[in-house]
């Protein structure tokens, strides 16, 4: 692994954002440069740096794949018009539920289901429309690491794992924020004038919801975890913790609701402490908390009939479960 680490402690992060327009700059040229925003710290910070160097010269697009929280997408385009970013949304829902299809194993998940479909597809038919030559992205220090180590594939690494973007896809990546981890990029969201709704957000995975549904993804099953994480975002909202989510799991369970037999769905909760995502333990959330959670699971989302709570460490668990 050639990429060299900013710790918190060494950045500067007004310094970091001078350098950073200027490196933009310098690798876009006269071309014109796209990125794809999701509105998490990572992507938000990227078209905030982009915007800075190249203004009209950079494309920023919000792809609606399906797969995003309740109302995320809306929000996100808000905040950045409201900053003066202009960002288009486009409706890619069905390319990626096709993709999906029938698609098991969590590494396939992402590389033929996000990886292949957003890049491949979608991107390099935006690169192509809107004559860009470069494609900016949000990929931190951590996303390499365990890539290079072989612990999970993030979908947005290429050339450290030896995919030339360039050959494979036909543009070039730049990824300003490489040397940094997430509590860097943080304060660089702060000095690049992000809201806290967006610099403080608790991070979620480039693949969405489909990092929360075990075995096959389906709108179905997403339109589930998407009710399941509207409550526990909602209920877990006032503890400080690094990271939480609802899980939708496959194998169903017995149950028993108005006095009949339900075989149904299961839920678990995880809620994270963490500095950095690296290593994670489990929140010592209040009890009447989760059971507050487990209730509301149970009788607002359809099928719903068991809530479990995740107390293993990262490692060996991971903080997604797919
Ligand atoms: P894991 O599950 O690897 O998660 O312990 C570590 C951190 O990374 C996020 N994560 C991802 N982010 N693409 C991303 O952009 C991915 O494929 C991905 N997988 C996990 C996860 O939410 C956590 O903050």
């Known amino acids: 692994m050639s990429t060299k ?36 710290v990572d992507s938000s910070v990227v078209t905030m740096l982009g915007h800075k160097a190249l203004g009209d010269k950079l494309k920023t697009y919000l792809v609606e794949n399906g797969l995003m929280r309740e109302g995320e997408l809306e929000r996100i385009a808000e905040i950045f018009r409201g900053l003066g970013v202009p960002v288009e949304i486009v409706d890619e829902r069905e390319k990626f539920f096709a993709a999906l299809k029938g698609v098991i194993d969590p590494e396939e998940k992402r590389e033929k289901g996000i990886t292949q479909v957003f890049y491949k597809d979608i991107f390099a038919k935006l690169v192509k429309d809107s004559g860009a030559k470069v494609l900016m992205q949000g990929t931190i220090f951590t996303d390499i690491e365990e890539t290079a180590a072989g ?32 509590p860097a990029v943080r304060e660089v969201a702060r000095a690049v004038g992000l809201p806290p709704e967006i610099s ?50 496959s194998d169903q369970v017995t149950g028993i609701r108005d006095g009949k037999r339900d075989f149904g769905r299961q839920i678990e909760v995880r809620c994270w402490d963490s500095a950095d995502a690296v290593t994670a333990t489990p929140t010592d959330v209040p009890f009447a908390t989760l059971r507050k959670i487990a209730d509301r699971l149970t009788s607002e989302v359809p099928g719903v009939v068991s809530v479990t709570y995740n107390i293993g460490t990262k490692p060996p668990s991971c903080i997604e479960a797919v």
């Open 151 to 182: 612990i999970k594939r993030q979908h947005n690494v290429f050339e450290q794992i030896g995919i030339d973007p360039q050959e494979a896809f036909g543009y070039k990546v730049v990824e300003p924020l490489i040397e940094l981890r997430k």
């Open 200 to 249: 403080d957000r608790p991070p979620f995975p480039g693949p969405a919801l489909c990092a929360r549904v075990i075995d096959e993804v389906t709108p179905e099953k997403i339109d589930l975890v998407r009710k399941a994480t509207t409550i526990v975002e909602e209920e877990l909202a006032g503890v400080d913790a690094f990271q939480y989510m609802a899980i939708l799991h």
């Open 5 to 40: 680490e900013i710790t918190l402690e060494a950045l500067n992060p007004k310094e970091f954002i001078d350098a950073q327009v200027k490196a933009i700059r310098e690798a876009v040229g006269d071309d014109v440069a796209i990125n794809a925003l999701s509105g998490g």
